[in-house]
């Protein structure tokens, strides 16, 4: 039966220490980058939450400013057709009115809006409104924009 | 090459490998060090927005702001009110103003470490004067 004697010559520490030092490397390498993919989708998460908030901030603004006008408008009419003419002709720019509903879209960003919609109370009832809709919409992707496709 | 010499050779590699594996080691245990670090920066960053959407929704159930903020345990100080965490600082500072028909209720709620605002939240509510307590 034939045995080779197996040793370590010149040549084989450098050979193992090449293989290591790579293996390290690549290991660094990709817990650095995932930690760096962490910490972006955290800002990223961060900076949406932020955004979300100024919106429903800026919805709850129109809304007093639309409210402003109601107000006013319930002050000088007298009966419920009276007050939704009234409405009609002083809606805030960007609102519409259909039936009892008024709605419009607050947009902060381009990446997000917020389609706001209040429903009318009856003439002289308070409150004047009551939310019907708050919706929140996201674009998802700039192509998708292009088709005028929106996700949420 | 003679059996002596052959091994001097493989100590003196040995040797050298072994020092530039210590330096390798160095230079890599350094970028896990980081890597570690951005990764608690980044759980901090997830755990201050949710905490500060925790309390803004507070705010915006209770309809008022300085009671709801009082019973989530924040302190009044120096005309503000704060939150102190194990990582980082809740603030939150409010305000009223007249919004024609009502009053516009708002409060700016942050999250900050060593002084450094990481995430401000605005909370506004509209009350019409009817309703408002």
Same mark, same amino acid.
């Given at each position: 039966?034939?045995?080779?004697?197996?040793?370590?010559?010149?040549?084989?520490?450098?050979?193992?220490?090449?293989?290591?030092?790579?293996?390290?490397?690549?290991?660094?390498?990709?817990?650095?980058?995932?930690?760096?993919?962490?910490?972006?989708?955290?800002?990223?998460?961060?900076?949406?939450?932020?955004?979300?908030?100024?919106?429903?901030?800026?919805?709850?603004?129109?809304?007093?400013?639309?409210?402003?006008?109601?107000?006013?408008?319930?002050?000088?009419?007298?009966?419920?057709?009276?007050?939704?003419?009234?409405?009609?002709?002083?809606?805030?720019?960007?609102?519409?009115?259909?039936?009892?509903?008024?709605?419009?879209?607050?947009?902060?960003?381009?990446?997000?809006?917020?389609?706001?919609?209040?429903?009318?109370?009856?003439?002289?009832?308070?409150?004047?409104?009551?939310?019907?809709?708050?919706?929140?919409?996201?674009?998802?992707?700039?192509?998708?924009?292009?088709?005028?496709?929106?996700?949420? | 090459?003679?059996?002596?010499?052959?091994?001097?050779?493989?100590?003196?590699?040995?040797?050298?490998?072994?020092?530039?594996?210590?330096?390798?080691?160095?230079?890599?245990?350094?970028?896990?060090?980081?890597? =570690?670090? !951005?990764?608690? /920066?980044? @759980?901090?960053?997830? %755990?201050?927005? &949710?905490?500060?959407?925790?309390?803004?929704?507070?705010?915006?159930?209770?309809?008022?702001?300085?009671?709801?903020?009082?019973?989530?345990?924040?302190?009044?100080?120096?005309?503000?009110?704060?939150?102190? =965490?194990? !990582?980082?600082? /809740?603030? @939150?500072?409010?305000? %009223?103003?007249? &919004?024609?028909?009502?009053?516009?209720?708002?409060?700016?709620?942050?999250?900050?470490?060593?002084?450094?605002?990481?995430?401000?939240?605005?909370?506004?509510?509209?009350?019409?004067?009817?309703?408002?307590?």
């Amino acid at each position: 039966m034939n045995r080779r004697n197996y040793h370590i010559g010149p040549g084989a520490a450098s050979l193992m220490l090449i293989v290591v030092a790579l293996s390290m490397s690549a290991l660094g390498m990709l817990a650095l980058m995932s930690a760096r993919n962490d910490e972006q989708l955290s800002e990223r998460g961060v900076e949406v939450v932020e955004q979300v908030y100024t919106l429903t901030t800026a919805a709850e603004r129109s809304l007093a400013s639309l409210d402003a006008v109601l107000a006013q408008c319930a002050l000088e009419a007298e009966d419920d057709a009276a007050w939704l003419s009234l409405i009609d002709q002083r809606l805030p720019v960007g609102m519409t009115r259909r039936d009892r509903e008024i709605s419009w879209t607050v947009q902060t960003t381009e990446e997000r809006s917020i389609l706001c919609a209040v429903e009318l109370a009856e003439h002289g009832e308070v409150p004047r409104t009551h939310w019907v809709r708050h919706q929140l919409f996201t674009q998802l992707d700039p192509l998708e924009q292009e088709d005028g496709a929106w996700g949420n | 090459m003679g059996k002596s010499s052959r091994l001097n050779t493989l100590l003196v590699e040995i040797l050298i490998a072994v020092l530039f594996f210590a330096l390798a080691s160095t230079v890599v245990l350094e970028s896990f060090v980081a890597a =570690r670090s !951005q990764s608690r /920066l980044a @759980a901090l960053y997830d %755990e201050a927005a &949710a905490d500060v959407q925790n309390v803004a929704d507070e705010l915006y159930a209770s309809g008022d702001y300085d009671s709801a903020l009082e019973s989530a345990g924040f302190a009044f100080e120096n005309g503000g009110w704060r939150l102190p =965490r194990e !990582q980082y600082t /809740l603030l @939150a500072a409010t305000m %009223e103003e007249n &919004a024609g028909a009502g009053k516009l209720v708002t409060a700016g709620i942050s999250a900050a470490v060593e002084g450094k605002l990481i995430i401000t939240v605005p909370v506004t509510l509209y009350i019409p004067w009817e309703v408002a307590p």
